[in-house]
């Protein structure tokens, strides 16, 4: 039996977060079209007869001295060492650059055996595939590379086959019908922030902090009650997400509600969504500190 931890690692917006959703066939991890969606360490399981890989999904590398970035580049480096396998994303539709050289030569220097995919299969062309296989056949002569579509699940069981060609023998880690380790408020929380950045992307992408302040579970009634709190920077975005007459949060609410149901099938749900400010978040050492708890659990 094989089993082995997987890094998934990639530029911004490469895909990593859909193809880890795609593998485990389970939303385990939010995406979203604006880059740096994913802030914390995301653990999806997946599992046949063959054995079992974790992935652990990870912050994608930007190039930048924002303090919060810094936080995200230690981040995607402590889990390149602590892997048995790198799975390196690459956006094809994005020609290598300098960003990428980087992302590229900090895998060659963690040492492990690394698969290459070439993401996004279903809008590239062959000359910007072409491109991309060339920049990584210089640089990882012995990886396998792929072709694949996260989004489309294309080529996804042949990456499936090299990732275990690659596993260690070993036992499972996580029981066979586990897709995440995540805990609960955590996972609501998150998709939460999913449905609002998506809903307001242009207005406010990365000033919101998602808070599950109560999860209770009514076992008479079978029934979920959850409160959760949208934290904004600013008393000002309270607004934005509200809406008029209160259509964006309705919005938010009705989104999250379907993909939270999927967690307690069979339970009714009850979801009581408010917005508040919190001044200056990122500064505040607490919430900071929850932020990288999450991100180690
Ligand atoms: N066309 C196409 N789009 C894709 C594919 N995979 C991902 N996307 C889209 O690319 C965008 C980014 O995807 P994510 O999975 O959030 O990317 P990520 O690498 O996790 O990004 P960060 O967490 O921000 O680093 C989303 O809009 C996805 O729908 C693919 O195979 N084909
Ligand atoms: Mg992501």
């Not at 997987?6 to 385990?28: F, H, L, Q």
């Not at 694949?148 to 990456?159: Q, Y």
């Amino acid at each position: 039996m094989k089993s082995a931890t997987v890094s998934v690692i990639g530029r911004p917006s490469a895909g990593k977060s859909t193809m880890v959703n795609t593998i485990c066939e389970m939303k385990v991890s939010i995406t979203s079209p604006i880059p740096q969606t994913t802030r914390n360490k995301i653990r999806g399981i997946y599992t046949d007869q063959r054995g079992q890989l974790v992935f652990i999904d990870t912050p994608g590398y930007h190039i930048s001295e924002k303090t919060i970035n810094k936080k995200m580049q230690e981040v995607t480096v402590s889990a390149l060492s602590e892997s048995d396998i790198i799975l390196y994303i690459l956006d094809g539709k994005r020609a290598p650059k300098k960003e990428e050289e980087v992302i590229a030569s900090l895998i060659k220097e963690a040492g492990v055996s690394t698969v290459c995919a070439i993401n996004k299969k279903d809008i590239l062309t062959k000359e910007e595939e072409e491109d991309v296989r060339f920049f990584l056949k210089n640089r990882f002569e012995k990886s396998p590379i792929l072709l694949t579509s996260a989004e489309k699940d294309d080529g996804i069981d042949e990456l499936l086959i090299e990732l275990f060609r690659l596993a260690p023998e070993g036992e499972l880690m996580y029981d066979e019908n586990s897709y995440t380790d995540q805990n609960l408020e955590f996972r609501i929380s998150e998709i939460i922030r999913e449905k609002t950045i998506n809903l307001l992307e242009d207005e406010l992408p990365h000033t919101i902090f998602v808070e599950v302040s109560d999860l209770e579970y009514d076992e008479d009634e079978n029934k979920v009650w959850i409160r959760a709190f949208i934290n904004t920077e600013r008393d000002g975005q309270k607004g934005i997400i509200v809406g008029k007459g209160g259509e964006n949060i309705k919005k938010i609410r009705q989104a999250s509600f379907k993909d939270i149901k999927k967690i307690f099938p069979g339970s009714k749900l009850e979801l009581d969504l408010r917005v508040k400010a919190v001044a200056k978040w990122r500064n505040n050492q607490a919430v900071l500190d929850k932020i990288f708890r999450d991100m180690n659990k």
